[in-house]
């Protein structure tokens, strides 16, 4: 099954579940509209290339569409229109006024020149300067994508309307309009959330032995923060393999090492002499089956399925990346007593800080970081509790309360338009 079928699938079940009525889930199995465009760039050698974008724009019945903009070889239109319903229950369940969108490029981001890589990034804006805009669809960085690139789109934008338009994109440059604490958002959200519930399992964070499956700027952060209050991070991959040491690792001297030599090595730091720490290298798939606490895939969907589920032994995921588990494992988890914080609340920290961007450009306003991270505390602490309230009066897992929650709030959005009942009685 394609993960866009996987995605709806999910959907409906969980949306019947909760008692969403059948129309809102009908309105919400297909996407408002998807743009697909080819994207000419000049190489460095003088030859054009033709690339391909999407960008959808799931449904807007509670703001503008939001959502980032991935650059990935594996990207396909049914994978942005996935991506794009996650972030439609995201930004509801964040109780944010926004839709969900996504948008992505097919291509290898590491096989282009900083120089051909404005020129895609730009193409890729010329192309969609009719779907985005500040109340249309914003949107924002994503896997491989980032600061850099948000500029550039949003310099592209600005010079085709001959008008500055900050809110046109999230995530970009403090310089021009980004907001602080972005960068950081997605890991800080996640760390977040993760401190709720381990407030709930009565966790000892010195206890905890966490395995992180992705390295990049959300698995970072958040694997900071949690090493910063004691948890054990053993285990750390990014694409190119895993490291385990029972030990723990050092989050900031793996993240330096992997900035300066690009790939993943275990080092240990004492002040600055750094020395190479004993671990051992396992496989990624390796990694997700640790017999660990804690349990974050931070990197693509998909990678617990069917196939490994049944061999996952921690008992906590936490799903940073979107979509890391597919539907078809959602069962097998749950007859593990495996309990998952969906990634639509546990990942949902960047589009937040990406909504007090956004507000910030319209304000012509800058909020102080601490204002930032105090605002993020706070409406991730609200979407929490909401979906903590549901788990427990209705008895159900996180990820079917979070989309309740969240479900029931577009519902009642696109039912103020009037109802079935209201159009054949006059009332409802
Ligand atoms: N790409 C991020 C996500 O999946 C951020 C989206 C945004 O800030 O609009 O949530």
Not at 90 to 95: F, G, P, Q, T, V
Not at 293 to 313: M, Q, T, W, Y
Not at 353 to 365: A, C, K, L, P
Request: charged letters at 25%.
């Amino acid at each position: 099954m394609d993960v866009f079928k996987d995605a709806v699938s999910r959907l409906n079940r969980l949306g019947m579940e909760a008692g969403i009525d059948l129309e809102v889930l009908q309105t919400l199995n297909y996407p408002e509209q998807t743009v697909t465009a080819a994207l000419p760039v000049r190489m460095d050698n003088g030859r054009t290339e033709i690339f391909v974008g999407h960008r959808c724009r799931f449904n807007s019945a509670l703001g503008p569409t939001k959502g980032g903009i991935r650059y990935h070889p594996g990207v396909t239109v049914e994978e942005v229109q996935a991506l794009a319903l996650w972030m439609t229950i995201k930004c509801s369940l964040a109780n944010i006024p926004y839709g969900g969108g996504k948008g992505g490029v097919t291509v290898d981001p590491k096989s282009l020149s900083p120089m051909e890589l404005e020129r895609l990034s730009r193409s890729y804006m010329r192309a969609m300067v009719d779907v985005v805009g500040p109340c249309r669809d914003i949107p924002a960085p994503d896997v491989y994508t980032n600061a850099r690139i948000m500029g550039w789109m949003a310099d592209e934008y600005e010079r085709i309307k001959r008008q500055k338009e900050p809110g046109v994109i999230t995530g970009k440059p403090i310089e021009l309009g980004g907001s602080l604490g972005r960068d950081e958002a997605t890991g800080r959200g996640a760390y977040l959330v993760t401190r709720q519930l381990a407030q709930k399992l009565n966790w000892n964070p010195g206890d905890i032995r966490v395995a992180l499956q992705g390295f990049g700027n959300a698995g970072y952060h958040v694997a900071r923060l949690l090493h910063a209050d004691g948890y054990r991070i053993v285990a750390v991959s990014d694409s190119q393999g895993a490291i385990y040491s029972e030990k723990g690792f050092d989050v900031e001297s793996l993240y330096k090492y992997k900035q300066e030599q690009r790939k993943l090595e275990a080092v240990y730091c004492e002040g600055s002499v750094c020395s190479l720490q004993e671990h051992q290298r396992i496989s990624n798939e390796e990694l997700l089956e640790l017999d660990v606490d804690l349990l974050i895939p931070a990197a693509l969907e998909g990678v617990i399925n069917e196939s490994n589920a049944s061999r996952i032994k921690a008992p906590v995921i936490v799903e940073v990346a979107n979509g890391p588990i597919d539907s078809g494992a959602d069962a097998l988890l749950e007859q593990q007593g495996i309990q998952v914080l969906p990634d639509v609340l546990a990942n949902a920290g960047g589009v937040v800080v990406s909504y007090f961007e956004w507000v910030q450009n319209r304000q012509g306003w800058a909020w102080g970081l601490e204002q930032v991270r105090e605002r993020l505390q706070e409406t991730l602490a609200e979407a929490f509790d909401n979906m903590w309230q549901v788990h427990k009066d209705e008895g159900v897992p996180l990820r079917n309360a979070a989309y309740a929650v969240a479900l029931r709030r577009i519902s009642k959005a696109i039912s103020s338009h009037g109802t079935q009942e209201y159009f054949q009685n006059g009332e409802g």
